[in-house]
């Protein structure tokens, strides 16, 4: 499966002209490209102030990603502020090629924003199936608990989207590198680049690991595509010759 990654600055709280700015990105990838990665609240920024920006189910970003991807034929993901019902989510979609999309609401909140005071968290995995993967849908903060990450769920990729800081950047590096080896996983993660509305910076860093722990896009701080391409085959042939999954333990997540 070939992959595109969409390291970049985000517009703070303007929807339509980051739309804008990755639709132009996307339109430059080449056809050979299965899925395209964006960063979380690809649309506004890592922001706490939901309710002028919050879209629906059927609100422009949404119908744009599932148009998008149906005139790519490539599948897109990642995490946008959702209204529904009331409450606020940071909810990471992907959009398939045929036009249908499948979401996961962001478990863990980042409680040092405040992020918990303004969304609801989500409450289970999503796994998605496509060409063949098993896809794990995961953002930002989630990367900090390895228990709601762990591969009891036969995936094949940990996909993470961030907004992920400078100040914090060793902390990702490190943790990604131990998901993709504890997992037994490929790992893909996308982190933005700039600096937001409240100051803070960020330095990108988006990756791509192997099963092994070796990267195959190794970090970088430039805004920019990169692309690469993961062999199921390889994963499949790994994990047999090692066995490490096999004795991974049982347990149970309760709220």
């Known amino acids: 499966m070939q992959v595109a990654l969409i390291q970049a600055p985000l517009i703070w709280e303007r929807p339509e002209l980051n739309r804008n700015y990755f639709e132009s990105k996307i339109n430059l990838i080449s056809s050979d490209v299965n899925l395209i990665v964006l960063p979380e609240m690809f649309t506004t920024g890592f922001t706490m102030n939901p309710i002028p920006v919050a879209e629906s189910m059927k609100g422009e970003t949404v119908s744009w990603l599932v148009n998008l991807a149906k005139a790519t034929k490539t599948a897109i993901t990642g995490s946008i502020v959702i209204k529904e019902h009331s409450n606020f989510y940071n909810r990471m979609f992907f959009a398939f090629p045929s036009g249908a999309i499948q979401y996961y609401d962001k478990r863990h909140l980042f409680t040092l924003a405040g992020e918990h005071k303004h969304y609801n968290a989500g409450t289970t995995k999503t796994m998605v199936e496509y060409l063949g993967w098993r896809i794990c849908l995961l953002i930002c903060y989630d990367l900090r608990f390895p228990v709601f990450s762990r591969n009891n769920a036969d995936y094949d990729l940990l996909l993470y989207v961030a907004n992920w800081p400078k100040i914090r950047i060793n902390a990702w590096d490190s943790l990604l590198k131990a998901r993709a080896i504890e997992n037994m996983s490929y790992v893909i993660a996308v982190n933005r680049i700039g600096e937001d509305q409240n100051g803070h910076s960020y330095v990108g860093h988006s990756q791509v690991i192997d099963c092994m722990g070796d990267y ?15 062999d199921h085959s390889i994963l499949l042939k790994t994990r047999k010759k090692f066995g490490f999954l096999d004795d991974k333990d049982n347990f149970e997540i309760k709220d």
Do not use: R
Not at 216 to 230: D, G, M, S
């Open 216 to 230: 195959l896009i190794a970090p970088e701080e430039c805004e920019a595509v990169f692309t690469t391409t993961l």
